[in-house]
């Protein structure tokens, strides 16, 4: 894959995480009942905090989420569609969950395919892989005054490294980056869609965690 294919992968793969995270965001805000400018503010949060960490570490300056008017528009959208209509998005607890760990999966490849690009050793590409994949759902969280999903008792952090893995794993034996890329993006999102579903969690002292959602049966 050539330096223009891989940019634009990432950008495609940036722009749809951004729209699912927003949507994630948006629909957190209607929940606790913010009005509208509250909704848009925390799905732009939501949908552009992981991105803007990453770009400024690996020094991509100013960071695509401020520089190209497409993140603002994709991020606005999302928060007007769900004010708007909450009720064709939403259905319950778990869709929000479910566009989280979307997003999730689209942010931790991208942004470690990003970081590979920019020059990163493996083991740092795939940890800003993951920083990119979380930053978000935790800048949501906290807006909410919410413990954070990624330090709760269930796989969310190890996914988007898991995802991350593949990436890096991909690249170094130079195999095709769209395909290592969507394999990364499926692992990660299983592994959190899973964690959703069956109530896996890593161990924690103290006991047994209640997982963030009861298992399906």
């Given at each position: 894959m050539g330096e223009h294919e891989a940019a634009t992968l990432v950008l495609v793969l940036d722009l749809a995480g951004t729209f699912v995270f927003a949507l994630s965001g948006a629909l957190a805000g209607v929940k606790t009942r913010l009005d509208l400018f509250g909704v848009l503010v925390l799905s732009f949060a939501a949908g552009n905090a992981g991105g803007i960490a990453r770009d400024v570490l690996i020094g991509a300056t100013p960071p695509g989420a401020v520089s190209d008017w497409r993140y603002l528009v994709v991020s606005l959208l999302a928060g007007i569609v769900t004010f708007w209509s909450p009720s064709n998005i939403d259905r319950g607890r778990v869709p929000v969950l479910v566009f989280d760990a979307a997003g999730l999966a689209l942010f931790a490849v991208a942004g470690t395919q990003k970081a590979l690009a920019f020059g990163l050793n493996p083991v740092m590409a795939a940890g800003l892989g993951m920083l990119t994949g979380i930053g978000g759902g935790m800048t949501r969280d906290v807006?909410?005054?919410?413990?954070?999903?990624?330090?709760?008792?269930?796989?969310?952090?190890?996914?988007?490294?898991?995802?991350?893995?593949?990436?890096?794993?991909?690249?170094?034996?130079?195999?095709?980056?769209?395909?290592?890329?969507?394999?990364?993006?499926?692992?990660?999102?299983?592994?959190?869609?899973?964690?959703?579903r069956r109530g896996w969690h890593l161990p924690i002292s103290g006991g047994t965690p209640k997982p963030s959602e009861p298992p399906e049966p």
């Open positions: 807006l909410l005054s919410e413990i954070p999903t990624v330090l709760r008792a269930d796989l969310y952090a190890v996914a988007a490294l898991a995802g991350a893995g593949v990436v890096v794993v991909g690249a170094t034996l130079h195999l095709p980056a769209a395909g290592t890329t969507l394999t990364g993006a499926a692992v990660c999102f299983g592994l959190r869609y899973g964690a959703i």
